[in-house]
């Protein structure tokens, strides 16, 4: 009988145990730890650079601040290139991506994505005397870009179509903004934050953004393992929240500005 009475005890503490860990998941143990390990690109401003003093900032390093806050805990930027982004959360050397990371369905056969964060578009980066103050004032008009890119494919493609006007490659996106700059062309297409970051550097004297390009908007989006479904629906209650206390419009106007309005998180039938 004591044997029998023994080994009921031991499994009742056994399945015990076995319930613990089928219920804690990787929520639990960040808020255990003390610490949050957010992967962050630091070579992409205005979304994550260094500053002077070699510290971490921008947008996502934000992000990833205001999300160690609310957990209560200590936040950790890891940097990773961008390539390094997923395989630093797989390895465990980190436990989000907050690091600009488009939404695509082949990442997301390897990690858990949540609901878009933040949305790159494309904007017309010209100079202030071309006369050029949207997207179709383009037409006739010496337009360039990165050679290689979804915009300078996008941008040439249209070029062609409108069958005037001339369209030059350039071997990088320094070299392209300094062509508008310097006259060579009259406008290119850019990202919103790359306008930003452009204009608020004060190197180039007299470039404007004039309005958004029809292009597909680039959605990207927090990540954390696939099967952390606890995690998972924190952080998207997290950018949930983030975007309706107005913190989101605050980070944007810090990091991006004002003279760009951000691009709306919702996708018409989808997100709402």
Known sequence: MKKHAFAVALLAVMSSSFINMAFADKLDDIIDSGKLRCAVTLDFPPMGSRDDKN??????VDYCNDLAKVLGVTAEVV??????????LVS???DVIVASTSDTLERAKTVGMTIPYFAFQMVVLTRDNTGIAKYDDLKGKNVGNTSGTYEAIALEKDQKAWGTGSFRAYQTQNDTILAVAQGHIDATVVTNTVAA???KSGKYKGLKVAGNAPYVIDYVSLAAKRNEYGLIHYLNLFV????????YDELWKKW???????ANLTVPGVYY
Do not use: H, M
């Open 92 to 94: 465990g050397r980190a």
């Open 197 to 199: 970051a452009t204009l």
């Open 55 to 60: 510290n971490p900032v921008g947008f996502d």
């Open 240 to 247: 949930n929240q983030q975007v309706r206390t107005g913190r």
């Open 79 to 88: 940097e990773t290139p961008f390539p390094d982004r997923i395989p630093a």
């Open 256 to 262: 991006v500005g004002d003279e760009i309005k951000p």
